[in-house]
DNA sequence: TTAATTTGACCAAC
DNA sequence: GTTGGTCAAATTAA
């Protein structure tokens, strides 16, 4: 396999999960303490950062249709000037409706009682579905032509009282579109305060649900945030229980697997949990 | 003024 | 012919 920027992809990616996993856990203690969330702050980017560095590399192998082209790669690498922008905004008019139907593989649902998952989202469309009770509306990144991020999301009302919110998402972020709460940190993991408002979708809805739930939706938020960041098994998905992953979550994440692989590299120190 | 949302139109997939 | 995903002009909010 041809190395990637110089390096063994295989190698580069398991060193970019587990730097992502070994600062995780470095937030973890960190959220502990009191008055620290500048260096949580700190450390939340180095996560995305190693998150988005390995699907980089990723996207690298292979030739799926869910891979971007180096050149895209690079694109993101390298954010377009503003005449590129609009030369590429441009050749995209005149063409609505223009688009490939959906495949669900690459794709991962959520069912939450929020809409919010901490990061930056711009609605593009909103659709009633047949046979269905609540419209499903269309976001996609915010960053899609400054970043060239192309993960989009749809999100549907399945339930009032209490509101559930099933939310599919297509592709990875590759941007930094992730909001990072600012010093809003409480001491405990699961009560970390996201300043980050909702679009409005089915404004209606929300403002009729908000009356009785506005109490506990800053950890449900809090919740959600972190749910990118774990694996998609179906108890991640539950946002009460995602509220309460603790120390032992993340030492469990960090499985003995990663160690042999890396220890395979030679080239990762071990890492110390909390 | 800028950014985000709404909404009707478009069209490929079914 | 119907449905669902996307675009972009118009509208609204910050």
Known sequence: ME???GENPHKKLIKELVEGKRFAVQLQSLLKQPNESVLADELIRKIWGSFTQAITVLNSLGNSDN????SQIEEVDQPNSGSELKKKKKEKQDRRGCYKRRKTSGSWMRESETMN???AWRKYGQKKILNSKYPRCYYRCTHKYDQECRATKQVQIIQKNPIMYHTTYFGNHTCNSIKIPKHTYNSQFNHAMVNHSDSTVLKEEEEEESKGQSDNASSVVDSNLWQDFMPSSPSAHDSTLAANYNAAYYEEIISSRDMEDLAKFGEIEA???C
């Open 3 to 5: 190395d990637f920027l």
């Open 271 to 273: 890492i110390e949990f």
């Open 67 to 70: 891979s971007l082209t180096q």
């Open 117 to 119: 998952d901490g990061c």
